[in-house]
Structure formats: structure tokens, C-alpha cells
């Protein structure tokens, strides 16, 4: 029963590390996103802007994606502990 324990609680601080990369990648993608687009605007690079945006997004949703599918991985795993 102990090694159980063990084994739920290092997946739940798997989860928790996952969850807040996750939280990071969210928060570094929107300041990111603002930032640069508020920049392009400023200095008028408008189709610059546009495309930085299309990579940054693009690049941040496969990266949450990839996450995603670790934390639902590590959520089964908890779950078909006996």
C-alpha cells in the first residue's frame, strides 16, 4: 500500500510541474504577444506583426498540445493505480 502512495504522489507533483508549465508557456506566450504586436504597431511593420504573431501562436499551441497530452498521460496514470 506504501509503494502506492508513493507512486500517486510523485505522479501528483508531475502533474503539478506539468500544470504549471503549462500556466508559463500561457503567460510568456500572451506577454510575448502583446509586446510584439504593440511594437509592430508602433513602428507601423504591420504584416511583420502579423506574421510574428501566426509563429508565436502557432509555436505556443503545439508546445501546450504536447503538455497537454503528458498531463492526461500521467492522469491515467494515477487513476489505474491499485
Do not use: H, P
Not at 502583446?34 to 505556443?60: A, E
Request: cysteine-free; charged content about 25%.
Amino acid at each position: 500500500m506504501e509503494k502506492i502512495l508513493l507512486k500517486k504522489n510523485r505522479l501528483d507533483m508531475e502533474y503539478k510541474f506539468e500544470s504549471q508549465k503549462a500556466i508559463i508557456l500561457y503567460t510568456l506566450g500572451t506577454i510575448t504577444l502583446i509586446t510584439f504586436l504593440v511594437t509592430m504597431i508602433i513602428q507601423k511593420y504591420y504584416l511583420l506583426g502579423i506574421i510574428g504573431f501566426i509563429i508565436i501562436s502557432i509555436s505556443s499551441r503545439i508546445f501546450y498540445i504536447k503538455i497537454k497530452n503528458k498531463l492526461d498521460d500521467i492522469l491515467n496514470k494515477i487513476e489505474n493505480l491499485n
